[in-house]
Antibody, heavy 122, light 110 residues
C-alpha cells in the first residue's frame, strides 16, 4: 500500500526552527517528485514547495522562500522540510504529497499523508 | 501568485447535480490543461478526484466530472449523496513553476 507519514510538527516560538519529515512506503520513492502543502486553521490549502525526483530542482511559494528548505534522501525514502524564522502565520497542518506521474511534476498530487501540525506561538 | 477563485459554498439536495467553478488567469488555468480537484472531509487529508482537467483517477466515482472553458475550470457532482458533503479545492500549474490552489468550496447536502 502506498503511504506517506509525516512527523516533526510541534509548538515553536516565533523566530524558531523545525524540521518536518515524511516517510514514504509502497512505491519507488526516487522516481517521483514530491510536494509540501499546508493548511492554516479553518483556511484553504496552500502549496509550499516541490522537489524533483532526484532532488536537483526545488521550487517554493513566495511566502516561504528564503525561510523554508525542501530536501529528500532517496536512500531513506524520506522527504524533509526545514522551517526557519517561523512566524505566527506559518501555523498550519503541513501535508506531504506525491506527484501522480514519475519524473514530471505539477500534474496532480495523488497520495497525501495525514499531516503534521506546526504551531508558532510565544 | 494569487489563489484561484471558487464560490465559498454550494448546496444541493440528494440526487441533484451541482457545479463548482474555479476561475484563474492566462498564467494558470487559461493556458494549461493541468487542473486537478481535491475533496477534503473535516480533519482528513485531501483526496484527488480529478486530474488534468477531466480525468478521473482509478476508484473515483463516475459522479464526479471535470471540464474547462477559457480561464475557468468546473467540477460537477451528479446524483449528489450525503457522503459528498465536504470541502473541494481546485489546483493548477502556474507559469511561475508553482502550484496554485483555489479558495475552496464547502458543499452542503440539504
Amino acid at each position: 500500500e502506498v503511504e506517506l507519514l509525516e512527523s516533526g510538527g510541534g509548538l515553536v516560538q516565533p523566530g524558531g526552527s523545525l524540521r518536518l519529515s515524511c516517510a514514504a512506503s509502497g512505491f519507488t520513492f526516487s522516481n517521483f517528485a514530491m510536494n509540501w502543502v499546508r493548511q492554516a486553521p479553518g483556511k484553504g490549502l496552500e502549496w509550499v514547495s516541490t522537489i524533483s525526483d532526484s532532488g536537483d530542482s526545488t521550487y517554493y511559494a513566495d511566502s516561504v522562500k528564503g525561510r523554508f528548505t525542501i530536501s529528500r534522501d532517496n536512500s531513506k525514502n524520506t522527504l524533509y522540510l526545514q522551517l526557519n524564522d517561523l512566524r505566527a502565520e506559518d501555523t498550519a497542518v503541513f501535508f506531504c504529497a506525491k506527484e501522480i506521474y514519475s519524473v514530471v511534476y505539477y500534474y496532480a498530487m495523488d497520495v497525501w499523508g495525514q499531516g503534521t501540525t506546526v504551531t508558532v506561538s510565544s | 501568485q494569487s489563489a484561484l477563485t471558487q464560490p465559498a459554498s454550494v448546496s444541493g439536495s440528494p440526487g441533484q447535480s451541482i457545479t463548482i467553478s474555479c476561475t484563474g488567469t492566462s498564467s494558470d488555468v487559461g493556458n494549461y490543461n493541468l487542473v486537478s480537484w481535491y475533496q477534503q472531509h473535516p480533519g482528513k487529508a485531501p483526496k484527488l478526484i480529478i486530474r488534468e482537467g477531466s480525468e478521473r483517477p482509478s476508484g473515483v466515482s463516475h459522479r464526479f466530472s471535470g471540464s474547462k472553458s477559457g480561464h475557468t475550470a468546473s467540477l460537477t457532482i451528479s446524483g449528489l449523496q450525503a457522503e459528498d458533503e465536504a470541502d473541494y479545492f481546485c489546483c493548477s500549474y502556474a507559469v511561475t513553476n508553482t502550484y496554485v490552489f483555489g479558495t475552496g468550496t464547502k458543499v452542503t447536502v440539504l
